[in-house]
């Protein structure tokens, strides 16, 4: 030990603060700074070690290499009389397994510690570090709730930047070995990724795993592997999975459990495939309450619910009489009460509060029939349609004005477009305002209309009507002025036919954007508290409130998935109990009848073999998981096998490979996965953002639709083999259809044009056969004719277009025997001899409520 005042350099030792097998830390003062700093002195004994040695130079220059708030900064590398030391800031708290000592963590603050844990691992990754050795003892809490990753005496680089090191730990049971002799184990037993504990060095994924590791122990205050020996210890990393965190008695919200277990997944590419995905979405739940934990929760509700339609009316009173139950169970406020406002079976989207706060208008679909306005007063079981034939409800002003949809169409899931048109309360005829408006929104003195519709692929956010505020290429949901009138707040849905986002607000002239409490599973309505500034929302089977200056709070929890649609100024809330399922049906050659092939709770088709044999579909429910689950499925209806993770997208021509897009990778990359014995290829590993893809008939190319960040989405080519993909077409073109002969793509451009795009270069050619509004499946068997189907048409129609003569047949009418609640059929497949038929249906079921919050 060295006493006080001796000197290291311009270091003057004040005292010892610990000591370990590697060595002793000082307290020490920078003699030219007259800062205080911490001063780790290599063991005397390991001075002529030369791998210890290495490990302790390799910790101070992989630290240093890397400036971020949650790892330990290193100012200073020396040595003084044969005396190697480190110099780094200064910490006053404890570490994280002395917290862990006292017992488990709360949800909340494991969270928040989680997510800098892993914003630290992400600026290491990024640089090329390795942590490879990630425990609570080199975890440091501060006095002030701030975490700092230490030791990076174990890295590995994954780029050839510094030297790398390795040397046994000095007081837990760790393996090592040099990184060059593969086959022996590195790392510390229990938090050891699998494919560290088979020999191998592993890379970032395996500090993901041991994150999640971490994580679990701050949340049951015991290790997600344990065994009564070592051995033992990492046979259990290998083949079993840590225990449920109901079975050991510990209230875990179902998100939180959801990332742990993707972290600890065995395979190294079923895991989080970044630690800045990890951040991210760890960093959402930091906010979290005793209120939304229950006793093992499933996933969070995601737009869909498992709730049959025989008993979505006896469900909805079930489940909306148990909301507020946390809040009522611990005497925080009285249970609210439900008024329900409608009793048919169909499909509410938007509803709002007339300025009388009595009064509701809703735009409704009933048993099938298109979407109409009607109105409802709570003192009455019977609504009354406005006559304004095929309309949705926007917005309501307070001067008695409204805002409605004509002819509103389906452009995607959940999303209508049509002409905006104005109409007083009062009667009279509809005036039309703009054409392709999404959602609209009164400003409060009732003057001027906030809409959103879609611009050249992007939607967009205008206020006045033609200036716009704010783009995205996702898509804006349920725009809402706050009293004042100065601030919009909304839904930014990142990912298109995906209902995750986030709460938006930016000033009405534009400036100021933020977002609030990060991004949700699923959101579906959003409201301004008329007399407090703060937004509530809808997300999964909860309510929320939120400010610009807090975390978000639990108001409401429901059994089912539930809808926000207005506030009125009495604080009473306009919400709607939705059941939702998404189908599969076949129609195959010789049966007399359809087939069922839907799996779990939310079965959308994406592909068909060419041979009708197999279907490639996704799980986007619940089921699925927030990542959603790829799935392939013979049409006879045997049992449908798990793929993997991600979006579904297209079957290889000789059925060995389906193409997905994991969305747990920013930007989301393509991969293939294997129908049969084999692991999964990585496609793309650039920063192009992938939305959709399909092979190219040669087997060796994919076609895929993608955007660079500023940049509207293209059509590229990309090989199967590697390198760099390459632009087909001119931005604002979408598409994934290529010619028998693989020599052009056929793309539609924003202004809803079909063209033939030469894969070589040249000149587009325009086709003419076909319409703006189709969606093209497949080509026929002639090579020449185009198989086209309807997207948000009930029925659904089957085309097949000629592109050289436009001759233009009907195949098929598509439409399940019950038409309640259907709000789409498709997408729609087809083989090219016609034998073969596949689609999908969408249903929602719909009971309109008001909650008085006592």
């Known amino acids: 030990m060295l006493a006080a005042d001796t000197q290291l350099g311009p270091y003057k030792i004040v005292g010892a603060i610990g000591a370990g097998g590697m060595g002793e830390v000082y307290r020490a003062v920078d003699t030219r700074l007259g800062r205080h700093v911490a001063v780790k002195v290599l063991t005397q004994h390991l001075t002529n070690d030369v791998e210890a040695t290495r490990r302790f130079e390799t910790e101070a220059r992989a630290a240093g290499q890397i400036n971020h708030p949650n790892i330990l900064a290193i100012y200073d590398i020396g040595i003084e009389d044969d005396k190697r030391y480190i110099v780094s800031e200064l910490l006053e708290g404890e570490s994280l397994r002395a917290r862990i000592r006292q017992?488990?963590?709360?949800?909340?603050?494991?969270?928040?510690?989680?997510?800098?844990?892993?914003?630290?691992?992400?600026?290491?990754?990024?640089?090329?570090?390795?942590?490879?050795?990630?425990?609570?003892?080199?975890?440091f809490i501060t006095r002030d709730g701030h975490v700092k990753i230490l030791d990076f005496g174990l890295v590995k680089l994954m780029a050839p930047r510094i030297p790398g090191a390795v040397a046994g730990d000095e007081h837990e049971v760790t393996m090592a070995a040099s990184p060059t002799e593969p086959g022996r184990l590195l790392g510390t037993v229990g938090y050891m990724a699998p494919e560290q504990v088979r020999g191998g060095t592993g890379d970032h994924r395996s500090d993901i795993f041991a994150a999640g590791a971490i994580l679990f122990e701050m949340l049951a205050g015991r290790p997600a592997f344990r065994g009564d020996s070592p051995i033992e210890t990492l046979n259990a990393i290998l083949k079993e999975d840590p225990p449920d965190f109901y079975e050991l008695g510990i209230r875990v919200p179902g998100a939180l459990e959801r990332v742990v277990r993707h972290c600890l997944e065995k395979s190294p590419d079923d895991r989080f495939q970044s630690a800045r995905d990890l951040a991210f979405d760890v960093g959402a739940m930091s906010g979290l309450t005793s209120q939304n934990i229950s006793i093992r929760r499933g996933p969070p509700m995601r737009l869909r619910d498992v709730i049959l339609p025989v008993a979505i009316a006896a469900a909805a009173i079930v489940a909306l009489g148990g909301a507020y139950f946390a809040g009522a169970r611990r005497g925080t406020r009285p249970p609210p009460t439900f008024t329900r406002l409608t009793y048919r079976s169909g499909t509410i989207l938007n509803a709002r509060f007339a300025p009388d706060g009595q009064t509701v208008f809703y735009g409704a679909r009933w048993a099938g029939s298109p979407v109409t306005v009607f109105s409802v007063r709570s003192d009455s079981p019977e609504s009354r349609d406005l006559g304004f034939g095929a309309s949705e409800i926007l917005a309501v002003s307070s001067t008695g004005q409204l805002a409605i949809s004509m002819q509103p169409r389906f452009i995607g899931y959940l999303r209508q477009s049509g002409t905006l048109a104005q109409v007083p309360i009062a009667g009279g005829a509809p005036r039309p305002l703009a054409e392709d408006v999404e959602a609209a929104e009164w400003s409060p003195d009732g003057k001027q209309l906030a809409i959103v519709h879609s611009v050249e692929g992007r939607s967009r956010l205008e206020y006045p009507i033609g200036h716009p505020i704010y783009t995205t290429?996702?898509?804006?949901?349920?725009?809402?002025?706050?009293?004042?009138?100065?601030?919009?707040?909304?839904?930014?849905?990142?990912?298109?036919?995906?209902?995750?986002?986030?709460?938006?607000?930016?000033?009405?002239?534009?400036?100021?954007?933020?977002?609030?409490?990060?991004?949700?599973?699923?959101?579906?309505?959003l409201a301004w508290r008329p007399d407090r500034d703060e937004v509530w929302f809808a997300a999964n089977r909860e309510l929320y409130s939120i400010t610009m200056r807090a975390k978000p709070k639990l108001v409401a929890t429901t059994a089912g998935w539930l809808w926000l649609h207005d506030i009125a100024r009495d604080g009473r809330t306009l919400v709607s109990q939705q059941s939702q399922r998404g189908g599969i049906i076949a129609l195959l050659p010789g049966a007399t009848g359809e087939r069922d092939l839907s799996w779990l709770d939310y079965s959308v088709v994406r592909d068909l073999s060419a041979d009708g044999t197999q279907v490639a579909f996704s799980e986007s429910g619940e089921a699925g998981g927030s990542l959603f689950g790829v799935y392939l499925r013979t049409v006879d209806g045997s049992p449908a096998v798990r793929l993997g993770e991600g979006t579904t997208e297209s079957i290889s021509p000789d059925g060995k490979w389906v193409l997905s897009i994991p969305r747990n990778r920013k930007p989301p990359q393509i991969v293939m996965l294997p129908t049969g014995t084999g692991q999964p290829r990585a496609v793309t590993n650039d920063a192009l953002n992938h939305r959709s893809a399909r092979w190219f008939p040669d087997g060796k190319h994919i076609l895929f639709q993608g955007y660079a960040a500023g940049h509207a989405p293209q059509l590229w080519i990309q090989s199967i083999d590697g390198g760099p993909p390459r632009a087909i077409t001119p931005e604002n073109v979408g598409g994934t259809l290529v010619t028998p002969d693989s020599t052009r793509v056929l793309g539609r451009t924003a202004d809803r044009h079909f063209f033939f795009f030469p894969v070589d270069g040249g000149a587009p050619q325009p086709v003419t056969a076909l319409r703006g509004g189709d969606v093209p499946i497949r080509f026929a068997a002639d090579g020449v004719s185009v198989y086209v189907g309807t997207f948000g048409r009930i029925p659904a129609l089957l085309e097949k277009v000629n592109v050289l003569t436009g001759a233009r047949t009907t195949v098929r009418e598509l439409r399940p025997a019950d038409p309640s609640g259907l709000i789409n059929i498709g997408p729609v497949f087809v083989t090219p001899d016609e034998k073969t038929l596949v689609y999908s249906y969408t249903r929602l079921l719909s009971d309109l409520y008001v909650m008085n919050a006592r």
Not at 111 to 139: F, S, T, V
Not at 520 to 525: A, Q, R
Request: aromatic fraction near 6%; proline fraction near 6%; charged fraction near 25%.
């Open 103 to 139: 017992g488990s963590i709360p949800p909340r603050r494991a969270a928040d510690y989680a997510a800098q844990m892993a914003r630290g691992l992400a600026a290491a990754h990024e640089r090329g570090i390795i942590h490879r050795d990630l425990k609570p003892e080199n975890l």
């Open 473 to 525: 290429v996702g898509w804006i949901t349920h725009p809402r002025f706050n009293g004042r009138g100065d601030r919009i707040a909304f839904v930014d849905h990142p990912f298109v036919n995906d209902d995750r986002g986030s709460i938006v607000t930016i000033a009405a002239n534009g400036t100021d954007k933020q977002v609030l409490g990060g991004e949700w599973d699923s959101v579906n309505g």
